[in-house]
């Protein structure tokens, strides 16, 4: 059964930099395309940043330059920094996984096009 499970959330002040982590387990293939996504009350969960099995990364327009994706390398743990938050950024913020998309589609992609999701993480920004 794969799991993933959201952690690192938190509240922070304008300007001040959250990693969030993402623990992956039991996820069946090689193949992958790794995202956080991020939604508040009454909105679309949207995109924010997707790595893929090759290495290639997308990132969404309101948050290019303050944020980066990576995983360890036995792919258990992937992790979103973002630096310079900002009230904006407040969301639940989800990660997921599907081995069907390139880190490009995978941005594009919507709520049903992820097989696996954690529960999500709150991160909270303050003036």
């Known amino acids: 059964q794969v799991q993933l499970q959201e952690s690192g959330g938190g509240s922070v002040q304008s300007g001040e930099s959250l990693t969030l982590s993402c623990a992956i387990n039991g996820y069946p293939s090689r193949r992958y395309c790794l995202a956080w996504f991020r939604q508040t009350p009454g909105k679309e969960r949207e995109g924010v940043a997707t790595i893929d099995s090759h290495g290639d990364q997308s990132f969404g327009n309101f948050v290019k330059g303050r944020v980066t994706i990576s995983h360890d390398d036995a792919v258990t743990t992937l992790y979103l920094r973002m630096n310079n938050l900002k009230p904006e950024d407040t969301a639940m913020y989800f990660c997921?996984?599907?081995?069907?998309?390139?880190?490009?589609?995978?941005?594009?992609?919507?709520?049903?096009?992820?097989?696996?999701w954690g529960t999500g993480a709150q991160v909270t920004v303050s003036l």
């Open positions: 997921a996984a599907d081995p069907r998309w390139s880190a490009r589609d995978g941005l594009r992609r919507g709520v049903g096009d992820f097989r696996y």
